[in-house]
């Protein structure tokens, strides 16, 4: 990572004795009144003989590489205009290539000046990239001196080396640091891992959940949900994608030892998943209320297609705090599939409409789809339409759907509502709260459902009570089917949400 060469350039002058600006044509003193230009001369000649000597007794070799071979091309430009261009080899390479040049000695030193970005999404390609150098440095550079300028001291720790000497330094406005190792002897074998405890564990859901998933027909399931408390992430896995979800720590919590451990995460996950660090997302979120989880974080508008059962479902896993599909609800909506074949099927703060693409999959006689969100209701219609389900059949209505439901006089045989827990979005007349207004709720659904139908009710409130004598009251009836809702993979939080099937008494 030598860039355009300046550590290296700068070392082979010293090394070779080269004054600084020895080839500079014209020096602001020389119109000086009492500028002594024989001296000058004098010094100046005495300048290019050390350099010369230096340069002709030097037996010792500089590497540089970088990946951008444009910035190489700058680099070797830059040496010969120094004049030490012939003590440089510099080449286009990876880190992942990187090698020793002198595997059989002497002992060198490696310098190195690694991004260390300021923006979330960089990281974990970061965080890999220091891994690897960091494994690199200790197989194939043993009895070597490094040398580390960054701005990460969270970074530096996943080289997994141990510093003799550091120093402080500011780069602008940044607080950097160099740290300098010495590289002990190779001592071959299976370097230690970061997060040793949550790599085991990850490990293990990993031989459990993949098999089960590939057996289940499904591509996005929880892999890690904080099973072990200072590791307190979700993990979730989309096709070949990953997200890693962390709660943002307490207060009391130091904010650099929660940022340390999030990295020995990711490094871990990288390692243990053995995949590309690029597909890895990492989200940091608080526990969200309303309409906060839907917020936008990023507008990079990327899609992948993913597998659940016989449905195809399109997620985003940068712009949104979600992702367009609530994993925890997945039998649910296999469920609502089986439970569809030719009945009209309703769909309320639908999201992005994956329930109903498993009801129209299982035969529903018509859908419709009801939410707020023009987002959501386009991302339900590219869902609907990546399942082949068009037509007058599969409606998407955009609505308030708490005055939606007031208003409305069809008839359906089988609805699905998934309320927020809490709402007073400007956008509604009311402000909405799941414990206190459910039963006002039904008493509009009631009036929506078919003889013989039947509600399916979620919701993600913890301690939701279901007030059943005024269901009793609308001549209605609820059966709790929040464990039968939970697959493997969601074992681990019984409490994630609530699920009840609602008939008549």
């Not at 014209?26 to 290019?48: N, S, T």
């Not at 030719?342 to 498993?358: C, E, P």
């Amino acid at each position: 990572m030598c860039g355009s060469g300046t550590l290296l350039i700068e070392a082979a002058m010293m090394a070779t004795d080269r004054a600084p600006g020895l080839h500079r044509g014209h020096w602001g003193f020389g119109g000086w009144a009492q500028h002594d230009d024989a001296i000058w001369k004098e010094v100046k000649a005495e300048a290019q003989t050390r350099a010369r000597q230096g340069l002709a007794a030097y037996e010792s070799r500089f590497y540089g590489s970088d990946v951008d071979a444009r910035v190489i091309e700058r680099a070797r430009r830059n040496a010969r205009r120094a004049g030490i261009g012939e003590l440089i080899d510099f080449d286009v390479k990876d880190v992942a290539q990187l090698n020793n040049p002198l595997p059989k000695g002497p002992y060198g030193t490696v310098i190195s000046n690694p991004p260390y970005g300021e923006r979330l999404e960089s990281e974990p390609a970061l965080i890999a990239l220091h891994s690897l150098l960091g494994r690199i440095m200790k197989s194939q550079f043993g009895g070597w001196n490094l040398s580390v300028f960054s701005a990460s001291p969270e970074l530096l720790s996943c080289l997994q080396l141990r510093a003799d000497k550091q120093f402080k330094a500011k780069n602008g406005p940044l607080d950097c640091v160099q740290k300098n190792y010495h590289l002990a002897e190779s001592e071959g074998g299976k370097p230690a891992m970061l997060a040793e405890d949550f790599a085991n564990r990850l490990r293990k859901n990993l031989k459990k959940f993949e098999k089960w998933a590939r057996q289940e027909g499904i591509e996005c399931y929880r892999l890690y949900d904080a099973d072990l408390p200072e590791y307190n992430v979700a993990i979730d896995r989309y096709a070949d994608w990953v997200v890693v979800q962390e709660y943002a720590p307490p207060k009391t919590v130091d904010a650099h030892k929660a940022r340390q451990r999030l990295f020995d995460i990711i490094a871990a996950t990288i390692a243990v998943l053995d995949m590309a660090p690029n597909k890895l997302v990492l989200k940091t979120r608080e526990r969200q209320k309303g309409k906060n989880q839907y917020q936008k974080m990023a507008e990079k508008g990327d899609f992948i297609e993913v597998q659940e059962y016989n449905a195809r479902l399109w997620v985003n896993l940068t712009d949104y705090l979600d992702t367009g599909l609530f994993l925890d609800h997945r039998i649910a909506r296999r469920m609502l599939g089986q439970m569809s074949k030719g009945k009209d099927f309703l769909n309320l703060f639908s999201y992005t409409g994956s329930a109903s693409v498993h009801a129209g999959l299982g035969g529903a006689r018509s859908t419709t789809t009801v939410d707020m969100s023009r987002t959501y209701l386009e991302w339900a219609e590219r869902n609907l339409r990546l399942n082949g389900l068009t037509g007058r059949a599969h409606r998407l209505m955009q609505a308030d759907v708490l005055g939606w439901l007031r208003e409305s006089t069809e008839q359906f045989d089988l609805i699905f509502i998934d309320p927020p827990t809490f709402s007073n979005s400007k956008r509604m007349e009311d402000a909405f709260d799941v414990q206190r207004d459910h039963i006002r709720l039904m008493t509009d659904l009631k009036r929506l459902l078919r003889k013989g139908g039947t509600i399916m009710f979620s919701n993600n409130k913890r301690g939701f009570r279901m007030d059943h004598d005024g269901l009793a009251a609308l001549g209605l009836k609820a059966q709790e089917i929040s464990q039968k809702t939970l697959s493997q993979d969601f074992a681990r939080n019984r409490q994630i949400h609530n699920c009840w099937l609602i008939t008549a008494a």
